[in-house]
């Protein structure tokens, strides 16, 4: 079965300096789309990032990037240059690969990022 | 307003009573999922719309929940019976039906059911 799991249920980091939040993932499909989302304290998932399986490049999008590992089945979402603003809940989530055709996803359990001065 | 809006924002319930959370869309956004987040877990996949129609109602937990989009965009999420272990956060997300995998979620409506 598909799996997500996010081992680290809290994380701190100062502002301005980059943190690294796990992810690893277990599916047996060769196709597959992996994504982080933020949750702030409103309670609205925010989309961050997508990752394609067969994507040769790691994703980008502003100070966040994705280091994927694809021997490792690991999909770790790194934050640049921190800000008080990025304390929240981070997901990350998998497509699951029956659904290729929906964004049907499977999240993790999440991290929660708290920021400090 | 230009996000996805639900309501009841808090919604609180007796045991064994009814309940309808609604779900207003992005404006030209075909697809429409509904996930359940209970305390200190990741959401979780209930149902998925495709215009009018649940393509995909296989995480509803019970036919005591059920789901409608009669007019392909607001929803209506209906719970019957509840029950204290329905007590969770019901998130609505819509797409504009490509598979981008950026669901556009609303803040959700908290479900407690005393």
């Known amino acids: 079965a598909q799996k997500i799991t996010q081992t680290q249920p809290g994380m701190f980091v100062q502002e301005k300096e980059a943190v690294t939040l796990d992810c690893t993932y277990d599916t047996s499909d060769p196709s597959y789309g992996l994504f982080w989302y933020k949750q702030p304290s409103s309670g609205e998932m925010i989309f961050l990032i997508y990752q394609g399986s067969y994507d040769q490049q790691n994703a980008t999008e502003g100070r966040y990037s994705l280091n994927f590992q694809k021997a490792r089945k690991s999909a770790n979402l790194v934050i640049s240059a921190s800000q008080l603003g990025d304390s929240a809940m981070y997901f990350c989530a998998m497509r699951e690969s029956q659904s290729y055709n929906t964004d049907k996803l499977i999240f993790g359990t999440g991290t929660r990022l708290q920021v400090f001065p | 307003g230009a996000g996805v809006s639900q309501t009841p924002s808090n919604k609180v319930t007796e045991k064994g009573k009814y309940v309808e959370l609604r779900c207003d869309p992005i404006?030209?956004?075909?697809?429409l999922y509904w996930y359940r987040q209970s305390l200190g877990q990741g959401p979780e996949f209930l149902i998925y719309f495709q215009g009018t129609g649940a393509a995909d109602d296989s995480g509803l937990p019970n036919d005591r929940f059920f789901a409608v989009r009669p007019e392909g965009s607001v929803s209506t999420l209906k719970i019957q019976r509840t029950e204290r272990g329905d007590s969770a956060v019901y998130l609505c997300a819509s797409s504009p039906g490509s598979t981008t995998g950026e669901l556009f979620f609303g803040e959700g409506s908290r479900l407690t059911v005393l």
């Open positions: 404006s030209g956004h075909t697809a």
